[in-house]
């Protein structure tokens, strides 16, 4: 693969500069599909294109590479095996007053391929990296190691935050480690505590007395305590107490619900399930018993929309009055508590009465299409206005013939040119008119 690459460096007719040449070499990859590699993303190989579009409409520098120093650039950072296009990017990147060419950077990209890290990551956004001490960087890498961490491992948290490079692991974590070293899929739960740790997200304070009743806990529930801590590392440093206060809640009147609804519950909402409140949480049944009939109903309710219960502020008794009003059926109003919590929310839409006295004042607009539509109760109830002041003067059948969604939520070309057959200049002045009512 490095022979293709190096050919196709030196391959082409002369190109008149950096921009021109890095562009054509961009799109040949690009077409080859060679940008597709396992660790890229859509988003990555856009931002690849957009960086080197970018340079070629405006190749001004203070300095400028010359076509010659830049292909040396991309063969220097292909010779450590980086792919082309990241080559290109990161010779692109990197001002031309600066070497690319150094004995520290060499040895610390040696240690960060011996770890599988990222390494066009950390020249786009961590180049200090490449000036540190290969040798004490490794020597702080050697308590991750001590501790049960692969060097797979070792890399992922590295591409996390890079200062484990630079110091060594605290005794808390060390602690921690030892903790851990008990249950299954103890490296996993190492790596992803460090990992929530270092990007300081859900930061491990400290470990509870009883937290291996709350392993327990969760074993017991069959739960992956791995899984868990990627998505809710707190989890593991709350009171046990309230663990089983909340379980036992779960499990009697009104809900009765079973072991494994509980962990799915948990799982599917871990912040929700640490929130809940009893008091708080009688409340919002006592406020949905009036449209719910059965334990089963709220459970799923609970496991699609767990903040309706957490906050019973948020399900205000007026906001199911209010649906009634307008011929919502309990079923329906149920149907949008769980698809769109928001129309209850306190904070959602002032114009909620608005906006439904404007779209049932229709006759070809039924709860039933509001309900399989909901998401139109969030646009903008001048928006609603206008289209639906337009369909009615222009053209009544569109109502009939299309969905909601794609009657208020597509953009104004495919409304006015696709959907209604019209221009924008008829449209503009059709609605004009509600601009001075």
């Given at each position: 693969?490095?022979?293709?690459?190096?050919?196709?460096?030196?391959?082409?007719?002369?190109?008149?500069?950096?921009?021109?040449?890095?562009?054509?070499?961009?799109?040949?990859?690009?077409?080859?599909?060679?940008?597709?590699?396992?660790?890229?993303?859509?988003?990555?190989?856009?931002?690849?294109?957009?960086?080197?579009?970018?340079?070629?409409?405006?190749?001004?520098?203070?300095?400028?590479?010359?076509?010659?120093?830049?292909?040396?650039?991309?063969?220097?950072?292909?010779?450590?095996?980086?792919?082309?296009?990241?080559?290109?990017?990161?010779?692109?990147?990197?001002?031309?007053?600066?070497?690319?060419?150094?004995?520290?950077?060499?040895?610390?990209?040696?240690?960060?391929?011996?770890?599988?890290?990222?390494?066009?990551?950390?020249?786009?956004?961590?180049?200090?990296?490449?000036?540190?001490?290969?040798?004490?960087?490794?020597?702080?890498?050697?308590?991750?190691?001590?501790?049960?961490?692969?060097?797979?491992?070792?890399?992922?948290?590295?591409?996390?935050?890079?200062?484990?490079?630079?110091?060594?692991?605290s005794n808390k974590a060390?602690?921690?480690?030892?903790?851990?070293?008990?249950?299954?899929?103890?490296?996993?739960?190492?790596?992803?505590?460090?990992?929530?740790?270092?990007?300081?997200?859900?930061?491990?304070?400290?470990?509870?007395?009883?937290?291996?009743?709350?392993?327990?806990?969760?074993?017991?529930?069959?739960?992956?305590?791995?899984?868990?801590?990627?998505?809710?590392?707190?989890?593991?440093?709350?009171?046990?107490?309230?663990?089983?206060?909340?379980?036992?809640?779960?499990?009697?009147?009104?809900?009765?619900?079973?072991?494994?609804?509980?962990?799915?519950?948990?799982?599917?909402?871990?912040?929700?399930?640490?929130?809940?409140?009893?008091?708080?949480?009688?409340?919002?049944?006592?406020?949905?018993?009036?449209?719910?009939?059965?334990?089963?109903?709220?459970?799923?309710?609970?496991?699609?929309?767990?903040?309706?219960?957490?906050?019973?502020?948020?399900?205000?008794?007026?906001?199911?009055?209010?649906?009634?009003?307008?011929?919502?059926?309990?079923?329906?109003?149920?149907?949008?508590?769980?698809?769109?919590?928001?129309?209850?929310?306190?904070?959602?839409?002032?114009?909620?009465?608005?906006?439904?006295?404007?779209?049932?004042?229709?006759?070809?607009?039924?709860?039933?299409?509001?309900?399989?539509?909901?998401?139109?109760?969030?646009?903008?109830?001048?928006?609603?206005?206008?289209?639906?002041?337009?369909?009615?003067?222009?053209k009544p059948d569109v109502?009939?013939?299309?969905?909601?969604?794609?009657?208020?939520?597509?953009?104004?070309?495919?409304?006015?040119?696709?959907i209604c057959g019209s221009?924008?200049?008829?449209?503009?002045?059709?609605?004009?008119?509600?601009?001075?009512?």
């Amino acid at each position: 693969m490095a022979a293709d690459n190096d050919s196709m460096v030196k391959s082409g007719p002369a190109e008149r500069n950096v921009g021109e040449y890095a562009m054509k070499m961009m799109k040949q990859l690009e077409a080859e599909g060679r940008l597709k590699t396992r660790r890229r993303n859509t988003w990555l190989i856009r931002r690849h294109m957009e960086v080197v579009e970018k340079f070629c409409d405006t190749p001004r520098q203070v300095l400028g590479l010359s076509l010659p120093e830049f292909k040396e650039r991309v063969k220097v950072l292909q010779s450590l095996e980086i792919s082309l296009e990241d080559a290109l990017v990161i010779a692109l990147s990197y001002p031309s007053c600066l070497s690319l060419n150094s004995t520290a950077m060499f040895s610390m990209v040696s240690l960060l391929k011996m770890y599988r890290c990222y390494l066009p990551k950390h020249f786009m956004k961590n180049p200090y990296v490449f000036s540190l001490d290969s040798k004490q960087c490794e020597s702080n890498l050697q308590h991750l190691k001590k501790i049960g961490l692969s060097s797979e491992s070792i890399g992922n948290l590295i591409d996390a935050n890079p200062i484990v490079l630079t110091v060594p692991l605290s005794n808390k974590a060390e602690k921690f480690a030892k903790q851990a070293e008990n249950y299954q899929s103890s490296s996993n739960i190492l790596r992803f505590a460090l990992k929530s740790s270092l990007l300081k997200s859900g930061e491990q304070v400290s470990l509870n007395e009883d937290f291996n009743q709350v392993v327990s806990f969760l074993k017991e529930l069959k739960i992956d305590i791995s899984k868990l801590m990627q998505k809710c590392p707190e989890f593991l440093c709350t009171s046990y107490a309230s663990l089983l206060e909340t379980y036992q809640f779960l499990c009697g009147a009104p809900l009765y619900c079973e072991k494994s609804h509980v962990a799915k519950l948990l799982m599917s909402n871990p912040h929700a399930f640490l929130q809940m409140n009893k008091s708080l949480f009688q409340q919002s049944i006592q406020s949905l018993s009036q449209i719910i009939d059965s334990n089963m109903k709220l459970y799923w309710l609970l496991q699609k929309s767990p903040m309706l219960f957490v906050d019973s502020s948020s399900i205000p008794l007026e906001r199911i009055e209010l649906l009634k009003q307008y011929q919502f059926s309990d079923k329906e109003i149920v149907g949008l508590l769980e698809k769109v919590a928001f129309v209850f929310s306190s904070k959602s839409s002032c114009n909620l009465e608005k906006k439904l006295r404007l779209l049932l004042s229709t006759d070809d607009i039924t709860t039933g299409q509001v309900c399989k539509s909901a998401f139109i109760l969030r646009a903008p109830l001048d928006k609603l206005q206008k289209r639906l002041f337009f369909i009615k003067f222009k053209k009544p059948d569109v109502l009939k013939l299309h969905s909601l969604n794609d009657i208020f939520f597509s953009n104004n070309h495919k409304f006015i040119n696709e959907i209604c057959g019209s221009t924008l200049t008829e449209y503009l002045g059709i609605v004009d008119v509600l601009d001075h009512v």
